[in-house]
């Protein structure tokens, strides 16, 4: 049902709309005039909107500047490649006076989710040495973390014993990383759509997805507050779980939504847990 051919290597949605616009330069490039950028480094930024994944650059009008033509001109071009290229991935327009508008597609945004599932959290750029990890901690807002994180690890196990989702981690390493599943997760409805469309659950993917963005594809420069990110993404679980169901009537009556909902709480937990270890320098407990 997904492909994970979409993913490759990079687990950053980010990474991948950064690596097709590069794509879509150099084709370009060879039906126009060399434009060239300075250090190659192409404008990108996720747009702050919680109903869904949308990355806007500002390409058309860099090189619009530097090189004295169109702004749309160009940015039609782009986009044109960029629809022949990956619509199944990305919805792509532009936008007056020639921002290009990347959203993510909901089949697209379903594999990434499933990929992340089914095994841990990879990160490909280096992590930091025990020096260079926060070590001052706000007590209560790494408490707030720490209990996140042990909230997701304990409804899992519960989820797990009830039948209602499979771990293939083996019960005597539970307590040792992340779990995850092999089963695929229905996340698309009957219509293509996602299935997770409550404004927490939408919350909580966007949260998702800026986390896993500045942990593989951070922005050069920047130095990124670890803490705050993980509290960013713990509040955004805490409103997703006191406003969706996942027992109860949920069980019952709407079985595929209970398990995409069990599939978000997996992410979450294998996401904090690399925040907390990797970045933080803390314990992820499974347990408090």
């Avoid at 480094?41 to 033509?69: C, F, M, T, W």
């Avoid at 229905?186 to 993917?205: F, G």
């Avoid at 406003?243 to 709480?265: D, M, N, S």
């Amino acid at each position: 049902m997904y492909d994970n051919r979409l993913i490759s290597k990079n687990t950053a949605i980010k990474q991948l709309v950064y690596g097709y616009l590069l794509t879509a330069l150099d084709a370009y490039d060879q039906c126009r005039e060399k434009l060239h950028l300075q250090n190659r480094k192409i404008p990108l930024h996720r747009a702050r909107d919680s109903e869904r994944v949308l990355y806007i650059s500002g390409l058309a009008l860099q090189l619009a500047k530097s090189h004295n033509q169109d702004a749309l001109e160009i940015g039609r071009a782009i986009v044109n490649h960029l629809s022949d290229t990956c619509g199944e991935t990305l919805n792509v327009q532009i936008v007056p006076p020639g921002w290009i508008h990347l959203e993510v597609s909901h089949f697209f945004l379903a594999t990434w989710l499933q990929n992340l599932v089914v095994k841990k959290i990879y990160i490909s750029t280096p992590l930091e040495n025990e020096k260079s990890r926060e070590k001052l901690h706000n007590p209560s807002r790494l408490f707030a973390i720490q209990y996140a994180h042990a909230r997701c690890y304990s409804l899992i196990l519960l989820a797990h014993r009830e039948g209602l989702i499979q771990l293939h981690t083996p019960s005597d390493q539970y307590q040792l990383g992340s779990l995850a599943t092999t089963a695929s997760i229905p996340w698309l409805n009957s219509d293509a759509k996602l299935r997770l469309n409550h404004p927490a659950e939408s919350r909580l993917i966007a949260e998702l997805v800026k986390t896993v963005d500045e942990l593989e594809f951070p922005d050069h420069g920047d130095r990124i507050n670890w803490e705050k990110v993980g509290l960013d993404l713990s509040q955004a679980f805490e409103d997703f779980w006191c406003q969706c169901r996942i027992w109860g009537a949920v069980k019952t009556a709407l079985p595929e939504l209970t398990q995409a909902r069990l599939g978000l709480l997996m992410i979450t937990q294998s996401v904090l847990r690399f925040l907390l270890v990797n970045k933080l320098g803390a314990i992820a407990p499974w347990e408090l």
